[in-house]
Antibody, heavy 121, light 108 residues
Framework: QVQLVESGGGVVQPGKSLRLSCAAS????????MHWVRQAPGKGLEWVAV????????NYSDSVKGRFTISRDNSKNTLFLQLNSLGAADTAVYHC??????????????WGQGTTVTVSS | EIVMTQSPATLSVSPGERATLSCRAS??????LAWYQQKPGQAPRLLIY???IRATGIPARFSGSGSGTEFTLTIGIVQSEDFAVYYC??????????FGQGTRLEIK
């Protein structure tokens, strides 16, 4: 079935880096724009970044621009998020998501279960 | 950036009652609005997109309406499994995509 599975989260010290992965299966990954969305503990949803299906274009929220980098490897059906210069405000569950069956609308009908990033000294 | 504002923050209803949740956009987003349901420890689940189109597998008791800046999610007859947090999200002229702060639907 259509599935996204994140990995790579953990506890990291302030200022350090982490790389998250999102493995896709059950659909033709290379055809779909992919997003990262995060949720801080007890808070709402925050869109983080997007990458085009062929990796040719990417965009970021202002809160992560210049520190995070989204990328993908279509040969391995995998999405990545490189997190640099981490701070306490980056502590969150990070989900990858895509619009798989929404007639082209940018609403996310496929989500991964999330991977937890905790920034703490 | 388009700001999405949801009301109320918490809505208390009894099972079998009707629930109406609101979402307002700071500027017109046409019908580029989605609604999600999230239960504790789970990823969000898409309910509605295009302001009024039910996503695959979503029960008919969930309906969406509105356009421009004012939107509504209605749960016709609330079931026990519907108690959760609901978020609206716009996808008009992005980035950035933004979400509302959420409405918690709780048992009265």
């Amino acid at each position: 079935q259509v599935q996204l599975v994140e990995s790579g989260g953990g506890v990291v010290q302030p200022g350090k880096s982490l790389r998250l992965s999102c493995a896709a299966s059950g659909f033709t990954f290379s055809l779909y724009t992919m997003h990262w969305v995060r949720q801080a503990p007890g808070k709402g949803l925050e869109w983080v970044a997007v990458i085009a299906s062929d990796g040719s274009n990417e965009n970021y929220s202002d809160s992560v621009k210049g520190r995070f980098t989204i990328s993908r490897d279509n040969s391995k059906n995998t999405l990545f998020l490189q997190l640099n210069s981490l701070g306490a405000a980056d502590t969150a569950v990070y989900h990858c998501a895509t619009n798989y069956d929404t007639n082209g609308f940018d609403a996310f009908d496929i989500w991964g279960q999330g991977t937890t990033v905790t920034v703490s000294s | 950036e388009i700001v999405m504002t949801q009301s109320p923050a918490t809505l208390s209803v009894s099972p079998g009652e009707r629930a109406t949740l609101s979402c307002r956009a700071s500027q017109s987003i046409n019908s580029h609005l989605a609604w999600y349901q999230q239960k504790p420890g789970q990823a969000p689940r898409l309910l509605i997109y295009g302001a009024s189109i039910r996503a695959t597998g979503i029960p008919a008791r969930f309906s969406g309406s509105g356009s421009g800046t004012e939107f509504t999610l209605t749960i016709g007859i609330v079931q026990s499994e519907d108690f959760a947090v609901y978020y609206c999200q716009h996808y008009n002229n992005w980035p950035p995509i933004t979400f509302g702060q959420g409405t918690r639907l709780e048992i009265k």
